[in-house]
């Protein structure tokens, strides 16, 4: 990036994640101004230069021409992040692709190659790892208070009927391409290193297309905690978005409040095994010293979508402007497509497995 404070932005597409979620903190960011808009659409175009003041254009080709543009933001539907990035990598470029930023591990190396041939930057929308409550459940299971974590679960559910471009596999529709970036990049955070064993299930219940909208996901591993994501669109009732299974306690929660309790082992009654039948006909018992703790997302931190947003290209305008590395890199998110790649491959209504 040249010399400027304030990151000159180029954005493709002026849609529900362009103008919505990216323009919504960027107009408000004094360290980024967005000077240039491509959308398909003369309505929309009219609406990035009245809103933004910002040049248009229809076609991203077009834009990606010039050369004071410091970063170019890539929106498009899903189906097109891949051969835009590379557009854009290639043009000389840095680019932020909008998640999900492929359907299948081999483009993702396609990308990283595309970036490091050209020395540019490629970051991807993957915002919800600072998620205020992500980061409050990996403080407490980092104390080591739970002890050793033995299963995580992770839901993202609720009931909805769907019938927009989102649901066609075509597309790089479903849940999985559609919400699941979200909590499967948290989910592998929480994993570890290395590539995860992967089970898992999916259906159609209440869209209107022929991709899946009820995805149940496993991930194992020797020496890694199971993890148990859930990411279905017909859930009536949804109680939480995390529960922790630990040998000292557990954690649960949403992404509002979160409470958790654990003990002590050194205070815990003295325990050995017994072979024979308990005295009495008994059942094992005995009362643990809980300490219980709660936590509830801070006001400042309440707009859950602008608190993430804000750290999101905060870290990244550290990168651009200073040269600082990136938080979430390429590499961790190539073992998410790798994840979502293998999931797609193990269900026969996927059009991926070809």
Not at 63 to 92: A, C, E, F, Y
Not at 98 to 118: G, T, Y
Not at 164 to 182: A, K, M, R, S, V
Not at 201 to 219: P, Q, S
Request: charged share 25%.
């Amino acid at each position: 990036m040249a010399s400027r404070k304030v990151v000159r932005v180029g954005l493709i597409a002026y849609g529900r994640s362009g103008r919505d979620i990216h323009t919504d903190h960027l107009k408000n960011d004094p360290k980024y101004r967005i000077v240039a808009v491509t959308e398909v659409s003369a309505e929309r175009r009219r609406e990035a230069a009245e809103e933004l003041g910002a040049d248009t254009y229809d076609d991203y080709r077009e834009m990606i021409r010039r050369d004071d543009l410091d970063l170019v933001i890539n929106t498009t539907p899903s189906h097109l992040h891949v051969p835009v990035t590379l557009k854009v990598l290639q043009s000389g470029h840095h680019c932020l692709c909008e998640k999900p930023l492929a359907r299948r591990a081999a483009d993702v190396d396609k990308l990283i190659a595309a970036s490091k041939k050209a020395k540019r930057v490629l970051a991807i929308y993957q915002q919800s790892r600072f998620g205020p409550y992500f980061q409050q459940a990996g403080k407490v299971i980092d104390s080591g208070v739970l002890g050793r974590i033995v299963m995580i679960k992770i839901a993202f559910n609720g009931y909805s009927r769907r019938w927009d471009w989102q649901t066609l596999q075509e597309y790089g529709g479903g849940n999985l391409l559609n919400t699941g970036p979200h909590p499967l990049d948290q989910a592998l955070v929480l994993f570890g290193d290395g590539m995860p064993e992967v089970k898992c299930i999916m259906d159609r219940c209440n869209t209107f297309g022929d991709a899946e909208d009820h995805v149940k996901l496993l991930l194992t591993g020797k020496g890694h905690p199971t993890i148990d994501l859930e990411i279905s669109s017909c859930c009536a009732y949804s109680p939480y978005v995390y529960q922790v299974y630990g040998t000292q306690g557990g954690l649960t929660g949403t992404t509002e409040d979160l409470r958790w309790r654990y003990f002590n082992p050194k205070q815990a009654p003295k325990q050995k095994l017994i072979r024979t039948p308990m005295p009495g006909r008994a059942y094992c018992r005995e009362k643990l010293r809980w300490i219980e703790k709660t936590w509830t997302v801070p006001e400042r931190k309440s707009d859950l979508f602008g608190t993430m947003a804000a750290q999101f290209y905060g870290h990244l305008y550290k990168t651009l402007a200073g040269g600082a590395p990136l938080v979430i890199t390429p590499q961790q998110v190539r073992r998410q497509i790798a994840v979502i790649e293998e999931a797609h491959r193990q269900n026969p209504m996927s059009r991926l497995k070809k």
